[in-house]
């Protein structure tokens, strides 16, 4: 019953809280057969959230024990499908607890069950897979299920830090245990080389990889490639997987160009931050006018954003307050805004029941008007900008010269 609840809560609040989602092979999901599912760890609990109402069916998490570390947290965390798995660092005792777990897990499998995993073990906001633990491995051959499934996951975010950005999930190709035993000899010492090394080679395939200690410059590359083209969503991933090649040849073939572009490229971001513009602003500017009926909402636009700045602004006070990591920030600004809006916009349209009479009226007024705030928001911001550029002539030409230079070198220009 709760799992449901927040299920189709947190499916709404994603929508709303992420400017796009792209699904990408979602055939690839068994609808009734037992499945691990394994996918990279970049973005906390967001990742767990946004796999959990990926799928038309349940879900079971695991999770680092130190979760759990209240009753209140236990009972809660284990009526939504989670489980501890329990680390060194808990004590070489609570270790033991991990057996009790494994045979939950089992059990899970043998009703055709899906739990989700992250290879990985901790959370590191960056863009490279690291090494994998060898969990899943170790429940997979232990499955006696003949159908079970190893899932692997690929997660693409534009910008995980940010609120109104994009995210890609990409639900790779089932990898068969019965196949890997097969392969294997049913030895497990060559099955979990197997399926580490498949499973790792499926999720990196699809996975934007950036090069240590780069990621800055490749990040604002690859930006100003999505904002200067169109690009279809089949085509999405593929096109930034051959700029980070492209970007890559050319550290190996012409150090002295990558360096240069590198200076550029980092140079064109810190103008950028210092004058608060975005590379989407200006590759709006360049292109054609937007069409002026979109005007025609911003009575109701300024509504929603007197409407959204109060809620807003407690999100952002309560998730300074309680992010002590980075890596919680988007994730628990989320989770924060699911509860904050609602509570708020049903006060106000409480408040306003008592001018117009109808209750029903009134929350769809506020509704409506936070709805239209959201989906025009990044229009009126772009807006903004575009008018700080063309009253500052010499700062708008100089982002262009070199947003072209750095599309040239790279003959990324559309």
């Known amino acids: 019953m709760l799992y449901h609840f927040f299920y189709y809560l947190l499916k709404l609040t994603t929508k709303l809280y992420f400017k796009k989602i792209r699904f990408y092979h979602p055939e690839n999901i068994a609808p009734d057969q037992p499945l691990i599912i394994c996918a990279n760890h970049g973005n906390s609990f967001m990742d767990a959230i946004l796999l959990a109402v990926s799928f038309k069916r349940k879900l079971h998490f695991l999770a680092r024990a130190d979760a759990f570390n209240s009753p209140f947290k236990h009972w809660f965390l284990s009526k939504i499908n989670m489980m501890p798995i329990y680390r060194i660092r808990d004590g070489r005792e609570a270790l033991k607890n991990n057996d009790e777990i494994f045979f939950k897990c089992q059990e899970i499998l043998n009703q055709n069950g899906a739990i989700l995993i992250f290879p990985e073990g901790n959370c590191v906001v960056e863009k490279r897979l690291r090494t994998f633990k060898a969990g899943f491995v170790q429940m997979a051959f232990a499955s006696e299920h003949p159908k079970t499934q190893i899932l692997p996951v690929t997660l693409n975010y534009n910008q995980p830090y940010q609120f109104y950005t994009e995210v890609c999930i990409d639900f790779r190709e089932p990898i068969h245990i019965s196949a890997l035993k097969k392969e294997s000899g ?59 090649e492209q970007l890559n040849q050319i550290k190996i073939d012409n150090p002295q160009l990558y360096n240069t ?94 001018w117009i009479k109808e209750w029903l009226l009134s929350l769809a007024m506020i509704l409506i008007s936070a709805y239209i705030h959201r989906s025009y928001f990044e229009y009126f911001r772009l807006l903004k900008e575009k008018n700080k550029l063309r009253k500052q002539p010499e700062l708008k030409h100089q982002l262009f010269d070199l947003r072209s230079e750095i599309l040239a070198k790279l003959n990324l220009l559309p």
């Open 261 to 354: 572009l590198k200076m550029k490229v980092l140079r064109y971001k810190a103008i950028k931050e210092e004058h608060a513009i975005s590379d989407l602003a200006l590759a709006a500017l360049s292109s054609k006018p937007s069409s002026k009926w979109k005007w025609l909402c911003f009575p109701l636009y300024f509504l929603g954003f007197l409407m959204d700045w109060i809620p807003s602004t407690i999100t952002k006070h309560l998730t300074r307050k309680m992010v002590k990591e980075a890596q919680f920030l988007s994730a628990v600004r989320m989770v924060l805004a699911l509860f904050v809006f609602p509570i708020y916009f049903f006060s106000i349209a409480t408040i306003l029941n008592i």
């Open 186 to 244: 049913d030895d497990y010492i060559a099955f979990s080389k197997l399926a580490l090394a498949k499973v790792m080679e499926s999720i990196a395939k699809k996975m934007l990889i950036l090069t240590e200690n780069e990621d800055d410059f490749y990040e604002e590359i690859l930006e100003i490639y999505r904002n200067s083209n169109t690009l279809l969503d089949k085509e999405f991933i593929e096109n930034q997987l051959l700029v980070i």
